[in-house]
């Protein structure tokens, strides 16, 4: 169950929306405090070319720097 429910949520749609260089974001797949599901349905939302969602398998949020030999197969 997420931590964090939509209700609480910083809506960070205009803001990725303006952005016009390629930017990834990279979602842990058990990140209790910004769901995966949410984040993917609202970089699809925003319809953004150069905003990507990669998500990173047994990952949640902030991860360690065990994350850094992974984000390569990533993007």
């Known amino acids: ?3 964090i429910n939509e209700r609480w949520m910083i809506n960070l749609s205009h ?3 303006k ?3 390629p ?3 990279g979602q842990g797949d058990t990140d209790r405090f910004g769901p995966t599901k ?4 609202l970089v699809a939302k925003i319809n953004n070319s150069y905003l990507t969602c990669k998500v990173i398998t047994h990952t949640g949020h902030m991860s360690g720097a065990e994350i850094m ?3 390569p197969s990533v993007l």
């Not at 949410?38 to 349905?41: H, R, S």
């Open 38 to 41: 949410l984040v993917e349905e």
């Open 19 to 21: 952005v016009q260089i």
């Open 1 to 3: 169950m997420p931590i």
């Open 69 to 71: 030999n992974t984000l």
């Open 23 to 25: 930017y990834v974001i």
């Open 15 to 17: 803001q990725w929306s």
